[in-house]
């Protein structure tokens, strides 16, 4: 085989890797997750398991709207908020899914940190006014760690903080998640670079 050919064969092979594996992990990520799902009521038709649930969680979201039933489960949140380390784990996931899927939307103002002169970090600011500890400068900005789901809280002062405008705020956190591998596009075509302080 000439060098030619193997070359040509390396480069075919990686370029089939690229796609291969992101699509391979993607598919496998999604069936578990079904699978898992529909695991937790088991029932002997196969999906039916998520199509029950994905019932009952709206029956239960509709409950929980309506006038009449809304206080009985106010009075059960109110008891789960006084057995201690239920409280805790509890009040933390309601706050971390309102983020997301609430009406108060938490990861929806990119901004960027400057950590020294010539270092910045992306992130997202969840708090504009640390006036509850005694720090009215400070704000509270997560950062996602890359290649993980999971990331940091830091109160930084508020001159170190600018917000990012005209930027999808899903595809920033791709970005980040992505060690900064995914590519950020502008909402706008015409944007070049509108920070605001």
């Known amino acids: 085989m000439s060098s030619f050919t193997t070359r040509r064969f390396l480069k075919y092979f990686l370029k089939g890797l690229l796609f291969v594996v992101p699509l391979a992990l993607t598919i496998y990520i999604i069936i578990s997750l079904v699978v898992f799902l529909d695991s937790i009521i088991p029932l002997p038709i196969p999906g039916l ?11 239960v979201g509709y409950m929980a709207s309506v006038f009449v039933t809304r206080p009985i489960f106010d009075l059960m949140e109110k008891w789960l908020f006084k057995i201690p380390l239920v409280n805790i784990v ?31 970090r992306l992130g997202f600011l ?26 940091n809280l830091y109160m930084i002062p508020k001159e170190n903080i600018k917000v990012v405008e005209n930027i999808n705020n899903a595809d920033v956190m791709k970005f980040i998640v992505s060690g900064g591998v995914s590519e950020l596009q502008p909402l706008d075509e015409n944007f070049e670079s509108t920070v605001k302080k």
């Not at 009040?91 to 910045?120: C, H, P, R």
């Not at 005694?134 to 890359?146: C, R, T």
């Open 90 to 120: 509890y009040t933390s996931i309601k706050d971390l899914m309102q983020a997301f899927v609430g009406d108060k939307k938490k990861f929806n103002v990119t901004v960027v940190v400057k950590l020294s002169d010539n270092m910045y």
């Open 126 to 151: 969840t708090q504009e006014d640390m006036s509850m500890i005694a720090e009215p400068g400070l704000a509270a900005v997560y950062f996602p760690h890359s290649y993980n789901f999971s990331g």
């Open 49 to 59: 398991g998520i199509l029950v649930m994905l019932m009952f969680i709206t029956f």
